[in-house]
């Protein structure tokens, strides 16, 4: 074990920090991983950003009915009225990306808390599909914009030593959204109450903006804007038990060597090309292994199954996907600090491709049953459909869920941080609009048995591309993990 000093985030010291801070590696070593009421602050933030990504995600398969009773949509407007929650999240990625650079990770948030507030009071208000349209989109950018601004700003003051928890904090809020979305989807069943269920994230819409109003700013950012004595200040509040001055150094040493700011083309930079692959990579390997077609058309899969009462169907998505993906995130929390990014990715990719390659093969019975079988309820084959799919969960709530979201977050420098992740993100989104539009299409051309093993196979190829493509970043504070780069480009 390196003699450790403790920075802000907890991390070994480097040479020059160690000269510079002197009596500081006299402290016991997790005097500085210490979580704060201020981190807690942060934490909550965090959760409130994620929990509403998640519940709006999940609520609008049960609105549906609803607003189709009301507004008689055209098919075309159903999926306006579906999809253009993630439109508008792509879209407010790049513009939280954009105002996390310019007015900082707080004020991004702030933002994001009042769209959600308005989307929400706008959908529940509306009179006609058209403003029902416009809340969709209002409430989407501030999902894409707390997506990118909640992470990043976890990511910047956690300590190392517990930043992927952190991060696996705010999936851990994703899934609880999606579990509650479901939970709601099933006890309010009249179509008046879908303005109820959209409506319902005005109030966490608010929480988020009061308490994101009373949480600290980033010191990063704020080294960034030249405000070295408002970043001191942070720290002191955030951290009072490390010495603030040698890690605002390492952190203007870095910013001097990158440049303190840049332009989107500096993301682009052959120099950054690593880190840019490694989120994009992680963004797309994230949504094309199949998990929101599973979030989303789980009803589908297990009707095709055999489980043939709505009763049943919503029992099965909530529990077995809901309250599964819940739990397993936990697992996420407990290990990603210890056994590492990696370990879990692969793990988790490993468990997913064998779940989906039975789920395929599950699908070939069902399909040589046909539908009268299905109709007579679960056979072998459905229950096994139902196990495989709990596996498939499990193994994406302790890996690429969580693991995605904290490495996109920490490998870029932080001159171009918030646009890179910004752009990671908008590319998880798209890729997320894509899959959840495209995999009904696709069960219609090659089958449902192909599908999962389509989405089986990329888990294989996702799996060999981290193995050689993604390095360990466990414990580095973000200023280490920037200079990995440098030795291998
Ligand atoms: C993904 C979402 C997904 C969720 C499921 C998140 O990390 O970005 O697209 O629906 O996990 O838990």
């Given at each position: ?52 990504f ?10 549906l ?18 999809s ?10 790049l ?18 808390g009042?769209?959600?507030?308005l ?24 999902v ?25 904090g ?17 006890s ?23 308490v ?9 950012w ?5 405000r070295?004595?408002?970043?001191a200040?942070?720290?002191?509040k ?5 010495d ?31 880190p ?13 292994t199949g ?8 009803n ?17 998505t ?65 229950i ?8 498939f ?5 302790f ?6 979201w ?29 899959v ?7 069960v ?13 196979l ?9 193995y ?22």
């Amino acid at each position: 074990m390196p003699t450790r000093d403790q920075h802000i985030d907890g991390s070994p010291a480097s040479g020059a920090h160690v000269r510079t801070s002197g009596s500081r590696s006299a402290k016991p070593p997790s005097s500085g991983d210490a979580v704060t009421p201020w981190l807690v602050l942060v934490l909550v933030v965090t959760l409130f950003a994620g929990g509403l990504f998640g519940y709006d995600q999940g609520v609008i398969s049960g609105a549906l009915r609803g607003i189709k009773a009301t507004f008689s949509l055209s098919p075309l407007l159903v999926e306006v009225v579906t999809s253009w929650v993630t439109l508008g999240a792509l879209l407010g990625a790049l513009a939280g990306g954009e105002l996390a650079e310019r007015i900082g990770r707080k004020r991004a948030v702030l933002i994001a808390g009042a769209m959600f507030t308005l989307g929400a009071v706008v959908q529940y208000l509306a009179t006609d599909a058209a403003i029902l349209v416009a809340g969709r989109l209002i409430i989407g950018a501030g999902v894409g914009g707390a997506a990118v601004a909640a992470p990043l700003y976890a990511a910047e003051l956690a300590p190392a030593a517990v930043r992927g928890r952190f991060v696996s904090g705010y999936q851990l809020a994703i899934t609880v959204g999606i579990f509650l979305a479901y939970l709601v989807d099933g006890s309010l069943s009249s179509n008046r109450d879908w303005r109820i269920m959209l409506g319902a994230s005005a109030i966490p819409g608010l929480l988020l903006f009061v308490v994101a109003l009373a949480a600290p700013e980033s010191p990063r950012w704020l080294m960034m804007m030249r405000r070295r004595t408002d970043a001191a200040a942070v720290m002191r509040k955030v951290q009072p038990a490390i010495d603030a001055g040698p890690h605002l150094d390492t952190i203007e040493a870095a910013l001097r060597k990158d440049g303190k700011r840049a332009s989107w083309g500096e993301v682009f930079h052959r120099e950054w090309r690593r880190p840019l692959m490694i989120a994009i990579g992680l963004a797309v390997f994230q949504q094309v292994t199949g998990i929101n077609a599973i979030i989303y058309y789980a009803n589908q899969i297990f009707a095709a199954a055999g489980f043939v009462t709505e009763a049943a169907r919503m029992t099965v998505t909530t529990w077995a996907i809901g309250g599964v993906n819940v739990l397993a995130t936990l697992i996420a929390i407990a290990f990603i600090d210890r056994l590492g990014r990696r370990r879990l990715l692969l793990a988790g990719l490993l468990g997913m491709g064998i779940s989906l390659v039975t789920v395929g093969t599950a699908f070939r019975f069902i399909a040589q049953a046909g539908p009268a079988a299905a109709a007579a309820g679960p056979s072998s084959a459905g229950i096994v459909t139902v196990l495989a799919l709990i596996a498939f969960i499990i193994c994406f709530a302790f890996s690429l869920g969580p693991v995605t979201w904290t490495v996109i977050n920490e490998v870029f420098p932080a001159h171009i941080r918030s646009r890179g992740v910004a752009f990671a993100t908008a590319v998880n989104w798209g890729s997320a609009f894509l899959v959840s539009q495209g995999f009904l299409s696709l069960v219609g051309w090659i089958g449902s048995s192909s599908t999962f093993w389509l989405f089986g196979l990329l888990c294989g190829i996702g799996w060999v591309w981290i193995y050689y493509r993604v390095p360990e970043t466990k414990g580095q504070t973000l200023e280490q993990i920037q200079e990995m780069w440098k030795e291998k480009p």
